[in-house]
């Protein structure tokens, strides 16, 4: 096989290949954790999920409630979504769906969602390294199962995890305990209360940190987790440059805990506020 690709031509086709990864950075989605419009999704899941989509969120993640939901309930919710023109690439549940007939249950609703990450929002009280332990054992033997169904688990982190307890942060033990396509959903202003390096926590898990939780923090009794995103001490621009060049994002979700404004007046400022920032 011959080709007539000249010195020019090939140095021009490189070039453009090396910047295909930062210029499909820009096309990453970006979403919203619907825990921060809890009370409004409550009350309204058509009307909420509606006005999500119209200010401009690309994904949905929904929180727990949704785990209650029958077949036909999920097969509804997708076709409102697919007429918004919005994806559901992720849930957050409890502990039960990683084990006995919540396996089931869990991957039937993700599968009509179309999602692809099953994440435990949070494992209950834990104690010590060992049970850190059996929690990667519980995300490990759930993932097995998933993965028939073309799903995966993930784990989603809150500060205890970033304390390191006994000389190990719990979430050194999660990584560790658990296969490389077991996701770990980063929370990000719960490690920077935890006085930990997000950046450094990336790189040392490439591949792995495949979809981040933009939440602030800064320090103070009226702001924690109350800031809006880009005005607390993560360093934004940093953590996305680690996110796309090392940790394997495939999309961003925005969550909220509370502001000083409304929810769907916060989830529109952060969305405008991360437009700028990230480009």
């Known amino acids: ?24 950075a820009k096309n990453l989605p970006v979403g919203l954790e619907l825990f921060s419009v809890r009370d409004e999704l409550a009350k309204d899941l058509t009307g909420t999920v509606t006005a999500v989509a119209k200010m401009g969120y690309k994904v949905v993640e929904f929180y727990a409630p949704y785990f209650s939901w029958t077949l036909d309930q999920a097969k509804d919710v ?83 995890e970033f304390v390191p307890a006994d000389g190990k942060r719990p979430m050194d033990t999660l990584a560790a305990g658990t296969p490389k ?11 920077l209360e935890a006085g930990q390096d997000p950046i450094a926590w990336i790189n040392a898990n490439p591949g792995r940190i495949n979809s981040l939780h933009l939440k602030d923090w800064a320090p103070g009794p009226d702001k924690g987790y109350k800031v809006l995103f880009g005005e607390g001490e993560a360093p934004w621009k940093k953590i996305f440059d680690a996110a796309e060049k090392v940790g394997g994002v495939e999309y961003y979700l925005i969550e909220q805990e509370g502001s000083r404004f409304t929810p769907f007046e916060t989830a529109e400022k952060c969305l405008a506020t991360y437009k700028l920032v990230h480009g």
């Open 78 to 160: 997708r076709k409102l979504m697919d007429d918004l023109g919005i994806r559901c690439l992720s849930t957050h549940n409890g502990p039960a769906a990683f084990t006995g007939n919540g396996i089931v249950k869990a991957m039937d609703l993700n599968k009509m969602l179309g999602a692809k990450y099953i994440v435990m929002a949070s494992a209950g009280r834990v104690e010590g390294p060992d049970g850190w332990k059996k929690v990667a054992d519980t995300l490990t033997a759930a993932n097995e199962k998933f993965r028939a169904a073309d799903l995966h688990a993930g784990y989603h982190n809150h500060k205890p």
């Open 1 to 24: 096989m011959t080709t007539n690709l000249s010195r020019r031509g090939f140095l021009a086709v490189s070039a453009a290949a090396s910047l295909t990864p930062a210029l499909a």
């Open 181 to 191: 396509d077991v996701m770990l959903q980063f929370d990000v202003g719960t490690c």
